[in-house]
């Protein structure tokens, strides 16, 4: 069934149950994947997925909502009606409404219709990755965790108003994630994933280049003593801690009270007014992007902190309408409607400002600490009260030589970090959650074991 | 004649559905496969969400899907679908086989029909009509966020009740036919205090599985008591000083140690991957001698027991650590074949659209000796963990995890809340660490996700005592 046969069945079943105001965001994806052993294929997969989730208003303008995988007459039948049974214990706090702009024009990225190269392509790549990998240099024993894959999927949104917008799209990813070992010294891991819309544009040679690097430079180690450092943040660790404490500009989690942020943050200052910080959904490097989100509302760049200072939080449909704004195309769909950023981009301000700019990763002699990655945010992070205590890889820095620090983890607050941001550095890089430059920050705690 | 021949050409829950099944393993067998399973799922889930005095979430959910795994030699082709037509099935077996380029026609074994059916859902098909409704749910949820309310530092309530109701047929050309109903049910309650600059949050969750009336035995204001006084004890707690300390972890959640640390590793795909530190430790000494541990699907209304798992074997008990030596792994189907590690019924996946994989279920350090007194009077500078946050293991067997509740230790007694505390280490260096387990062994319910999904899983223990771990703080 496609997706306007899907619109029809729903106008059948809900005019056949009475509902007069419904609308729906479905999924259909087909995926192939492929993971190796030594040079052996481990697992090959494919699956084709179809997810519906249909949300209906009752009399009382209250919302239920159903979400199925059954996606034949019945199922839609069955899913509407558990929908509308499940309106009754709809929110009655907090209404929800069609997003004003569902019928908004969409921006769709261009990019070139990819077809499935099919498994064996995908694993002959991969197969000849791996070997490259393990050749690249002898202390590489195992790549653990690798895979290729790609994925080609539609999504729609169409409401009973007459909302009914789709698009297509392909993607591909390749991980490779090495094991290195040497004698009398504990195993060292690292990685590196490289995204594309198709198997063709991911730069295979630069993720194996990559991930042998950064693993082959974990190899000579040292514990750390605990104590506070001068830090530079990757651009991919800085993108990962602001993910982390998105909620600060999160009007769900402002009203659920679970921000650090209230109704009245904007304007407030956080950081250094050389830094800037955006959600741009659409920017041309994110291979993820979609033109809308779960209630249709197109996606657009939106500017989080301007000068240091919170500028817009990011919406959906009723939380917009609560703060007395417009939705910002960051929703999801359910019978509490999610919020959450798309792609995000962190850059330094225009103007000059009071930076430490002889910090530069590439040429400072001083100590410092580099942290490259971020590790276990789950366990690690507490959004609510703005704490992290977070392992991760990375490196000493002590008059021009690096070591690579053993096992550590750094802690502290986020208000406390964006605060103490001592340089932002020029250059942009792009990494697969968003674009950063390098971000020092002065005096932050680091627990090792030395 | 008309209804039975739709029938017979597509999978039909609550009827038999041996002859297509049987069909659609001959056609796999005849074109080369050395094995084939076919896993076929039908769920019916729901979710209710409370926050302060409002329901705000009521999400019902359902579907159904079919998940065919074929072996070749030591290879194996997965493929997921939600159409269960004869056709449909037919056609992910087609793939399957054309995924693994078999061109070889001869196979391993013979598949001579499916075996009698062992049916574990007969005694359970009623339980979707004595699950609580949502009304029940609803009504209990609000009791419970207004018993949060208990001062005024309590600026966020939340009550959430979520029940998953799995019916699954597993069928396989070693002759496997199995079929059976698993129901999981959790009810959690949060809370986020603040005073000031302070904050703190408190939480817990309860789960049971294939126990359709647990929900309504909870005993809701006994947890938002302990969650309340929780969140009231770390308000003003100061953040821990880092650095190498004694700890003690309690019983229940603080379980996860075991699980994070050492569970991972002894799970066969880690050995497959050449990531576990324990791989040719069998019959070795890998912990202190006052460790046993136990993995072990069989525990009742336990959150992470079985009646069969997701390839169809039965759950045993498996004792992993006897006195600190290591006897056995986790195993399913793909570790055996590739690791000659012994299947132990813990072949487990989140859905249909995950091949299963080997998985923990009720993982636990089983009782000592001491009492938790004895424990914390014997450091005279350390840390009691009484709530234990998630954690993580990483490629090297690294592992964190945070403490969600602490308490120095000073000269044998518990002093001040501390929080921010992380605690990291190496299973292999801090399985030798344990050298005290209490006499009060309890178990948790807990979500783990890896290579096959989300599975529920419960983890255990009695209080323990790790001679020195290293603290992360500020």
Known sequence: MDSKEITTQISKAAEFL?????????????????????????????????VLTIRVWNESNLVGITTTSDISESGIKKALNQAN??????????????????????????????NPVGIKKLLMLLREAEVKLLKSHESIKSVPYNGLSESFFERVYANSDGAFRSFTKSQAALYLYARAEEKNKKPRSSGSVKLGYGVDDIDIESCIKEASNKTISHLNYSPIKTEKYLICFSPEAFLTIINAFSSMFNARSILDGVSLSNK?????????EALNIFDDGLHEKN????????????????????????????????TARIFKTIPTGHAGL?????????????????????????????NYDGEFVYIEELNAIHAGVRASQGSFSLPFDGWLYKKGTKISIESATVAGDIKYLLKNIVNIESNQEVTTSGVSPHIWVDQLSITGDA | MLTSQIKSNEIEFGSCNKDLLEEIIFYGIGLGADFIEIFIENTDNASVLAEEDYITSVSPSFGRGAGIRIFKDKRDGFVSTNDLSKHGLMRSVSQAIEMLDITDKRNREVFNGLNKHRDYSLSKKTWINEVPSIHEISAKLLVSTKSLKKNNKIITRKGSYSRNLQEVIIASSDGTYASDIRLHQTVG???????????????????????????RYWDHEKAANDVFESSMNMLYADYVDAGQMPVVLANKFGGVIFHEACGHLLETTQIERGTTPFENKLNEKIAHESVTAIDEGISEGSFGSLSVDDEGMEPEKSVLIKDGILKKFISDRAGELRTGHKR???????????????????????????????????INDGLYCKSMGGGSVGATGQFNFAVEEGYLIKNGKLTKPVKGATLIGEAKEVMPKISMCGNDLELAPGFCGSISGSVNVTVGQPHIKVDSITVGGR
């Open chain 1, 287 to 318: 291979i993820s992007s979609s033109p809308f989100d779960g209630e249709g509302t197109p996606t657009k760049r939106l500017c989080l902190i301007n000068k240091g200072k919170i500028k817009n939080f990011i919406h959906s449909e009723s």
């Open chain 2, 189 to 215: 309650l949060n809370v986020i205090a603040s005073d000031a600059q302070y904050r703190s949050n408190g939480s817990r969750r309860f789960g049971s599985s294939g126990m359709p009336n647990e929900f």
């Open chain 1, 18 to 50: 009475n509902v007069k105001k419904w609308d729906y965001g479905a999924s259909f994806s087909n995926d192939y994947s492929v993971q190796v052993d030594k040079g052996d294929a481990k697992q090959l997969k494919a699956s084709q997925k179809q």
């Open chain 1, 85 to 114: 049974i499940a309106s009754d214990f709809g929110n009655k706090n907090e209404s929800t409404e069609f997003s004003p702009l569902a019928k908004d024009p969409i921006k769709v990225k261009e990019f070139k219709k990819k």
């Open chain 2, 344 to 378: 132990t019924g813990s072949g487990r996946r989140q859905n249909y659209s995950f091949a299963a994989a080997s998985r923990m279920r009720n993982t636990y350090i089983a009782k000592g000796e001491y009492s938790k007194e004895d424990l914390i009077s014997s």
């Open chain 1, 264 to 272: 009245n943050s904007i304007g407030e200052k956080l950081s250094t």
């Open chain 1, 334 to 362: 359910g019978s509490k409607v999610s919020v959450s950023p798309d792609w995000i981009v962190v850059e330094k301000s225009t103007g000059d400002y009071d930076l430490k700019k002889s910090l530069n990763h590439l």
